[in-house]
C-alpha cells in the first residue's frame, strides 16, 4: 500500500503532474499568462532608449539653462562680475562650474567649489543612440550622488563649446523617478490588459 502511495505521489510531481496543472489552468489562464509577459516585454524594450532619452533631455535642459547665463557673464565685464551674482547663476543651473571656448580660448565664466574628479565626460554634439544606453545605464547603476560630470554642448554666440560640471546625484534621482514611473504604468496596463482578455475569454 505504502509502495502504491509513493508512486503516486512520484507521477503528480513529475512532468505528468505539471501537464496536469498546466491543463488545469486552461486556456483563458495560459492567454492571461502570457499576455502580462508579452506587455511586460515590450516595456522594457521601450524603456531602454526611453530612459536614454530621458537623461538626455535633462541634460539637454542644464545645458540651455547655462546659455542664458553665459550670455550674462561673458558680456560683463570680469570685474563687474560679482561672486554673489556668479554663485546664484551656478545654483540656478545646478553647476559647480561654466566655461565656454571662443576663438581656441576657454574661458572659465563661473566657478564653485569642483574638489572631486570628473566620473563621466559627456559630449552632447556627438552622442550616438547605443552610447547614450550605455551611459544611461551607467549613471543609474553605478554612479553615486557625489560623482561629478563634465557636460559639453553648443556654445551661444558663435563660441566653439559651452562646458558645464554638475553633480550627477540629481540626474540619477530623476532617472530613478521616471524608472519607478514606467513601472508602475506597465504594470497597470499589463493587469487591466490581462484581466479585460480573461474576462472576454469568458
Known sequence: MFRKTAKIQDTDQGPAGAARWTARLGLSGKLFGLTIVAIMLAEVIFYVPSIASFRVGWL???LAAAHTAAI???EAPKNMVMESLSQQLLESIGAHMVAMRIDQQRRVLA?????AQIRQDVDMRDLSMFTSIVEAFETLLFCK??????????APMGGDFLEIVIDE???????????RNVLVISL?????AAVFLYLALH
Open 72 to 74: 550674462v557673464l561673458k
Open 188 to 192: 497597470v496596463i499589463s493587469a487591466i
Open 111 to 115: 566657478a564653485g567649489d569642483v574638489s
Open 169 to 179: 546625484g540629481p540626474l540619477r534621482k530623476a532617472m530613478w523617478r521616471y524608472s
Open 60 to 62: 539637454n535642459d542644464r
Open 145 to 154: 550622488d557625489s560623482d561629478i560630470m563634465r557636460v559639453v554642448g553648443p
